[in-house]
């Protein structure tokens, strides 16, 4: 069983940024891949980003490219999203997950553990 913790969101106002963290416990992630998620209100979860368990791989979504900046730290259990020149339309609550059980990083179904998610609100 892994628990996941998400922290960092909170209200940016566009061009700003914001570095979200997520703790893992109850067992380590350091073997496993681990990403995040967002959902927008009215929209449905979309995938942000991705990590391979040894950080050597990372993927982003198309609208985060060159933006959002996935990383790990496996001695402290910990993955991050720095999130720099922020957009209204990156409003949404971000989820982190972890332990992927098919090789669709994309996919929701794909991931066995969430967290509860924490809010990022960009102003315009």
């Known amino acids: 069983q892994v628990q996941l913790v998400e922290s960092g969101g909170g209200l940016v106002q566009a061009g700003g940024s914001l570095r979200l963290s997520c703790a893992a416990s109850g067992r380590t992630f350091s073997g496993n891949s681990v990403g995040w998620f967002r959902q927008a209100p009215g929209k449905e979860r979309e995938f942000v980003s991705y990590?391979?368990?040894?950080?050597?791989?990372?993927y982003y979504a198309d609208s985060v490219k060159g933006r959002f900046t996935i990383s790990r730290d496996n001695a402290k259990n910990t993955v991050y999203l720095q999130m720099n020149s922020l957009k209204p339309e990156d409003t949404a609550g971000y989820y982190c997950v972890a332990v992927m059980m098919k090789n669709d990083y994309k996919s929701l179904q794909s991931w066995r553990y969430w967290g509860q998610g924490t809010q990022v609100t960009v102003s315009s």
């Open positions: 990590i391979s368990w040894s950080g050597g791989s990372t």
